[in-house]
């Protein structure tokens, strides 16, 4: 006769192969999932989702394919994505600003999340200020101070209306009091080299997309926009900290899937991404390309789409951007 003690383990280890059964069922995946990455092969979003893709197939046992779908600022992937069957073999791999910037600039606003499921972010990273070394300045403060002393000799450099680097311009200066033009480029090579030539002065990006010229000299980093457990960052001073309080931001990337992806399909992806965590090889690979895990549940994927939309509205609003 089994004791007590006997069938109530077994009610207890029955009830929770029950529950896991439902939360991850074993027909997902059934078939190769594809991850729709809004950016051209070879770039940094494209090498992260590469790295993801491999380790996530790894962990689901089943194959994970990245298709690229550039241009259009990432509306033809979003939408791809939003018009698939919501059953998690189509995914979309999303910068912040592909859900939360382009949806604010669209002709028609929409609620992003009206379209799209979170699943999780993956990663996050902070964006660094860098000047021309022919600026005479070294620290934000001595920035400010330059601009405000000299109106009108500062322009931000950005690789077109609208984008985060152009925003980030924006908010700096409503944080730090000072005016200064930005300059539009079209992609971010032209505005590099006429920000290491003296034309423009000043521009946020990414601190790998900078690194050659800075090395070289032609460019000084002086602020980063927020912390980062990376060492690449330990000696940058936030910007928040340096002379500008409040300014503070950083880029993501995260996964969604079509509305209404069921429950079940984003507990075996959030499942399967968690044991990410765990493979510090796969950190390190993303470390790389500078940006660091950082691994979320949908709701927090959720809030935080909603909570930076409303934030870049008021950026938006204030400064007027329009895309023509």
């Known amino acids: 006769m089994p004791t007590k003690r006997a069938l109530l383990c077994a009610a207890l280890c029955a009830g929770l192969a ?12 059934n078939k190769t999932i594809r991850v729709i990455v809004p950016f051209a092969a070879g770039g940094p ?67 992003i999340l009206t379209q799209l499921s979170p699943v999780a972010m993956v990663t996050t990273s902070p964006h660094v200020l860098v000047v021309s070394s022919k600026l005479p300045v070294k620290t934000v403060k001595e920035f400010t101070d330059y601009a405000k002393a000299n109106p009108g000799s500062v322009n931000f450099a950005s690789a077109g209306v609208g984008g985060l680097a152009h925003l980030a311009s924006e908010l700096f200066m409503r944080a730090a009091g000072i005016e200064a033009r930005h300059i539009a480029y079209k992609g971010s090579s032209q505005a590099m080299t006429d920000l290491a030539s003296g034309q423009v002065q000043a521009m946020f990006s990414s601190l790998p997309s900078m690194k050659g010229m800075v090395d070289k000299g032609l460019l000084r980093v002086i602020g980063v926009s927020a912390a980062s457990p990376s060492p690449a960052y330990k000696d940058i001073p936030l910007i928040k900290q340096a002379g500008v309080p409040g300014f503070e931001y950083q880029t993501w990337y995260g996964i ?5 992806l069921p429950t079940a399909v984003t507990t075996r992806l959030g499942s399967a991404l968690a044991k990410l965590a ?24 959720a809030d935080r789409t909603r909570k930076e939309s409303a934030e870049w509205d008021k950026v938006i609003r204030a400064a007027n951007i329009q895309l023509n």
């Open 256 to 260: 969604y899937g079509p509305a209404g």
């Open 278 to 301: 765990a493979n510090k090889d796969f950190e390190n690979r993303l470390r790389e390309q500078g940006v660091d895990l950082h691994l979320s549940s949908p709701q927090e994927l």
């Open 45 to 111: 979003a494209d090498v992260v989702a590469r790295e993801m893709a491999q380790a996530l197939g790894q962990e689901l046992g089943q194959g994970v394919v990245v298709e690229n779908m550039g241009g259009g600022a990432g509306v033809p992937a979003t939408n791809t994505v939003a018009r698939s069957p919501a059953d998690g073999h189509t995914l979309l791999f999303a910068a912040s600003g592909n859900v939360v910037i382009q949806p604010l600039l669209s002709s028609k606003r929409v609620d």
């Open 18 to 29: 029950t529950s896991l059964t439902l939360a991850q069922p074993a027909s997902y995946p």
